[in-house]
């Protein structure tokens, strides 16, 4: 069974590539806007057998930004050991610490390459 | 010292030497690699030669010699160890054991034809140009660090909240394993705190890893890029430790400085420990600090490097062992007496006197755990002697069979080793015949081509329990029982149960061998491995499962020699029962006894009812009482089932000195041997596994 993998971003360009690159590598791939869609993709998919194992989200979204997204996620039972990814670019490297605070377990920083995706997400999820 | 006394001398070392060169021919088959063992191995050859010259025997040292030659071209890697070499150094072996044989039993068969066949292979091998430089120089790669590998020893303490960020840290060691060689993991687990205060979500690892790599540091530090934060993680290069492939600096350095090198603990772990002034992985692994095994894996791999220059051990002759457990029998059964002596004649004033036999009680059976343990070796070497066995038969027979050993430290009283390895063989060949199919068949299957046969050992509640399992055909229980009716040892309107029907395979005259085997299938085999293993006082069960394999578990007790048992009394006759078989002791109501048709008398338990055994009427004697709710029940078990014994009387318990009927009588049924009780009387031991079958009977 494919390896299912949340991505959580504002921008349909980013989704589509990240989307893309995951499923060639064989990944289920599953899409939300913003934080609060995540957190509603995520109750869709909040049965053991149905989890995403891993969450990549960008930090500057609208209604719910990435960091409040990931201690959310954090918060909820069923979610709080799914590794989070944040998205951040090169001016938000406070990010990084804040995005760690919030249990995040990694981020990557755009742009980024298909194969830099691929490493880090495999470093969660093989 | 005449000419015999030499022979002797000599047949006796070389059935030693023989015995080893065996187990060290097989481990090399697996480490072809492994120098020392080549070395050892040469050395043996070495030493029959020399001997056998010495002793005058110039055929044994002529033939000897060859072989010698040519692990002397192994030795100096001018000729690489394969299959056949191995099986001609194996076949080469069972020649010098025979011609060592053929010493004092002149009609002993030695194979002349193999013999010439050996010596004219052993030529071909010696005369073979210097071989195959390429191949060499791999083994000497995989060992050996090449130039461009770094040693890195990482250090991770990781975060107690690990978990929670979803990272997994045996993802990170195999991120690592992508582009490293992973030497070796160690775990410390001193930060686990007790259970109280544990939290389950929490990691509380420290790990320690040593890795091989071509690779930069950079890349490795890539891998913890996510969890430097809040992780502390050392890494530091250490590659000059490792200049041979194993750590060089071992062999200089103590237990303590090689656990907190490898990270299994801290140094204040250790300072600690030093203050005990006791052997520090024993302590560290008494706190829960390290495990045994993580102890014993360094202490071991220390012992290999430092090259166990000094064997501080002798050898001692069986004869003065077995003195040795007789008089220790005795001195228990003295003991015994005094002990009656002691609670007849003392009076609550002289509590001094109980306190002083209670010291001496103590001494002795201390005592008595130290000599039984002199006598315990481990399991392993006669495992590993199936292997040859294995790789013989499965040849001969087109199939393809690993047999993989588990627990071959765990030890076990010698005379229970030596009259175990025969029935174990017997299994073996069993799986080997019946159970594991052809390789083509296996694929039919779906399964692996390799068949696997799966010896362990391992001690469970006082007793050891041997196991052999494999993964094949499984038993066929319907073919089992039309055997059993056509060869009419059962009736076929007998109703079986599965496991008796599988039972079955072990008695007399069965086979279900399609075609008659040169080693098994002659129907003789398997009831003797039943017979064998009761005669030790063990069981044997099996468990199978069609297309999937079968199991057979052997239990027995731990030593042959003494048993801990409670004394009782039935009429005018003292029994033992061996303590590990003793559930409780009940006085019934009335109301709680029943006679159910087909299965007689029976006791309700609490809410159970178990059959009632009369031992008086089982042995036919005289019982004082015969009344289960006036008398004493003892409930026992064994494998599961139950049973409640109506006995008099409780003696009390003592340890029994097992003495053998057979040996001193004949065989009883029900009974596992004799012994003499403080007061001198006479007591049976209960076999209590036969006493159940009897009483289900």
């Known amino acids: ?126 | 010292m005449g000419e015999e006394t030499l022979i002797n001398i000599f047949v006796e070392e070389s059935e030693e030497i023989l015995e080893e060169l065996e187990i060290d021919l097989i481990q090399l088959e697996g480490n072809p690699q492994d120098d020392e063992l080549i070395n050892k191995i040469f050395r043996s050859m070495h030493t029959l030669k020399g001997s056998a010259g010495l002793t005058g025997l110039t055929d044994i040292a002529d033939f000897v010699h060859h072989a010698e030659d040519v692990l002397d071209k192994i030795r100096n890697h001018s000729l690489q160890i394969n299959y056949e070499i191995i099986s001609l150094l194996l076949e080469s072996r069972d020649i010098i054991e025979a011609m060592v044989k053929q010493i004092f039993n002149p009609e002993y068969h030695v194979d002349q034809q193999k013999v010439i066949e050996i010596s004219t292979a052993f030529k071909f091998f010696l005369e073979a140009p210097v071989s195959n430089q390429g191949a060499k120089d791999f083994v000497e790669e995989k060992q050996k660090l090449s130039e461009e590998d770094s040693v890195y020893r990482i250090k991770l303490k990781l975060n107690n909240n690990l978990f929670e960020t979803g990272t997994d840290p045996l993802g990170l060691i195999k991120e690592l394993s992508d582009f490293c060689d992973v030497l070796d993991i160690n775990v410390n687990l001193s930060r686990i705190p007790e259970i109280y205060e544990l939290n389950p979500e929490g990691c509380y690892l420290t790990l320690t890893i040593f890795v091989k790599t071509s690779d930069s540091l950079k890349r490795l530090q890539d891998v913890f890029i996510f969890i430097e934060f809040y992780n502390e993680i050392e890494i530091e290069e250490v590659t000059e430790d490792f200049k041979d492939g194993l750590d060089q600096t071992l062999a200089e350095k103590l237990t303590g400085e090689i656990l907190v090198e490898r990270g299994i603990v801290e140094e204040e772990d250790i300072e600690e420990a030093l203050e005990e002034q006791n052997r520090i992985g024993e302590i560290l692994s008494k706190r829960g600090k390290v495990s045994k095994k993580q102890v014993e894996k360094v202490v071991g791999e220390q012992t290999k490097v430092r090259n166990i220059k000094e064997k501080s051990s002798i050898k001692v002759d069986t004869y003065k062992l077995e003195q040795l457990m007789n008089s220790m029998a005795e001195l228990v059964i003295s003991q015994a007496k005094v002990r009656d002596l002691v609670f007849q004649f003392h009076n609550n004033k002289e509590t001094e006197f109980v306190t002083a036999f209670d010291e001496v009680d103590k001494r002795i059976k201390d005592l008595q755990e130290e000599i039984m343990k002199v006598r315990m070796v481990p399991i392993g070497d006669t495992f590993i002697r199936f292997k040859r066995l294995v790789r013989d038969l499965s040849k001969k027979q087109g199939k393809e069979i690993a047999l993989e050993i588990k627990g071959k430290e765990t030890e076990l009283d010698k005379n229970i080793i030596e009259q175990i390895a025969d029935p174990l063989k017997h299994m073996i060949r069993n799986s080997i015949d019946h159970g594991i199919e052809l390789p083509e068949e296996r694929e039919q299957e779906g399964k692996n081509r390799v068949g696997k046969i799966t010896l362990s050992a391992y001690h469970k509640e006082g007793s050891i329990i041997i196991k052999v399992v494999d993964d094949g055909a499984g038993l066929d229980k319907d073919k089992i029982l039309r055997k059993a009716i056509d060869k009419g040892i059962v009736n076929r309107e007998d109703k079986l149960k599965d496991e008796d029907i599988y039972q079955l395979i072990f008695a007399p005259g069965f086979s279900t061998a399609q075609v008659v085997t040169e080693t098994s299938g002659r129907g003789v085999g398997m009831d003797v491995v039943r017979s064998n293993i009761e005669r030790l006082r063990g069981t044997v069960n099996i468990s199978t499962a069609l297309n999937q394999g079968t199991t057979f578990k052997i239990k027995l007790p731990l030593t042959l020699a003494i048993i801990d048992g409670m004394a009782i009394k039935v009429g005018e006759e003292n029994f033992i029962i061996p303590m590990n078989a003793i559930y409780e002791f009940i006085q019934p109501a009335p109301e709680h006894l029943k006679t159910v048709k087909g299965k007689g008398e029976v006791v309700k338990v609490r809410d159970n009812y178990i059959t009632l055994t009369r031992l008086h009427s089982l042995f036919n004697i005289e019982a004082k009482e015969t009344d289960p709710t006036k008398a004493i029940v003892v409930v026992v078990h064994d494998e599961g089932k139950k049973t409640c014994l109506l006995v008099d009387e409780i003696l009390g318990q003592q340890q029994a000195v097992v003495k053998s009927l057979e040996d001193n009588y004949t065989y009883v049924e029900g009974m596992a041997g004799a012994t003499i009780l403080g007061n001198g009387n006479v007591a049976m031991i209960l076999d209590i596994s036969t006493i159940i079958k009897m009483a289900l009977r």
Not at chain 1, 25 to 44: N, P, T
Not at chain 1, 59 to 68: E, F, K, L
């Open chain 1, 1 to 126: 069974m494919a390896k299912k993998i949340l991505v959580v971003d504002d921008s349909r360009t980013v989704r589509s590539s990240v989307k893309y690159t995951l499923e060639k590598e064989g990944y289920e791939v599953i899409l939300a806007e913003d934080g609060r869609d995540g957190l509603e993709k995520l109750e869709d998919n909040s049965s053991i057998t149905d989890r995403p194992k891993m969450i990549i989200t960008d930090v500057n979204m609208p209604n719910m930004d990435g960091i409040t997204f990931t201690s959310e996620v954090k918060k909820n039972r069923n979610f709080k050991f799914v590794p989070v990814l944040i998205l951040t670019t090169e001016s938000q490297d406070k990010m990084k610490l804040k995005g760690k605070e919030a249990g995040a377990a990694g981020w990557l920083v755009k742009p980024f390459s298909p194969e830099q995706l691929i490493g880090v997400v495999k470093k969660f999820v093989r």
